[in-house]
Structure formats: structure tokens, C-alpha cells
């Protein structure tokens, strides 16, 4: 089993910036792959943003530039660096890892608000 705990969500004006963690405990060790997805009201839950554990990255058309997803696997911590946020970006960020056995973990979630 994976626990993780996310934070770092809030209000910010559009243009305005946030930073996301999302902190894994237990079995570690089978950590692959680690992202973040969010989910808007009335829509599907959708990928932001991965990171394999060699560091190779996976975006949405929609954060490309704007997002940046970085891994620290020392701490076991993955970050968003959200840049330029837009209303639309409003949602429920879910931090999410994959084992190497294809195994999903989630976070609790974490509010992001971008106000107009």
C-alpha cells in the first residue's frame, strides 16, 4: 500500500501561480510512475500532468507551458508548479501513483480556485 498526502491547494486570482505537493509513505519501492489529475464539477476526472521515475514528463495540451511537474524520489515527493492559472484550471488536483504492477494510489485531493 501507498498513502499520500497532498497539499498546497487554495484561492488565486487568474494569472496567478500555486504549487502543489503530494508526499508518498508505505510501499514506496513499487512507486513507478507519479501525476496529478484533476476534476472539474459535471466533468471526468482528466490528467494534468506525470512523471516517470527516470524523470520522462507527460502533460495535457491544455497546462502545457503553464504547469510544471518535478519529482524529488530521495523525499518521495511530487510537485505541480502551476504558472499563468486560468479560471478553467478550477478543479480537485488528485495526487495519483502507479506501481510497477499497474497498481493506482490517490491522494485525498486537494481545491484549486482561480478566480476571474
Known amino acids: 500500500q501507498v498513502q499520500l498526502v497532498e497539499s498546497g491547494g487554495g484561492l488565486v486570482q487568474a494569472g496567478g501561480s500555486l504549487r502543489l505537493s503530494c508526499a508518498a509513505s508505505?510501499?514506496?519501492?513499487?512507486?513507478?510512475?507519479m501525476g496529478w489529475y484533476r476534476q472539474a464539477p459535471g466533468k471526468q476526472r482528466e490528467l494534468v500532468a506525470a512523471i516517470g521515475r527516470s524523470g520522462t514528463t507527460n502533460y495535457a495540451d491544455s497546462v502545457k507551458v503553464r504547469f510544471t511537474i518535478s519529482r524529488d524520489n530521495a523525499k518521495n515527493t511530487v510537485y505541480l508548479q502551476m504558472n499563468s492559472l486560468k479560471p478553467e484550471d478550477t478543479a480537485v488536483y488528485y495526487c495519483?501513483?502507479?506501481?510497477?504492477?499497474?497498481?493506482?494510489?490517490w491522494g485525498q485531493g486537494t481545491q484549486v480556485t482561480v478566480s476571474s
Open positions: 508505505g510501499s514506496i519501492f513499487s512507486i513507478n510512475t
Open positions: 495519483n501513483t502507479k506501481s510497477f504492477l499497474g497498481q493506482d494510489y
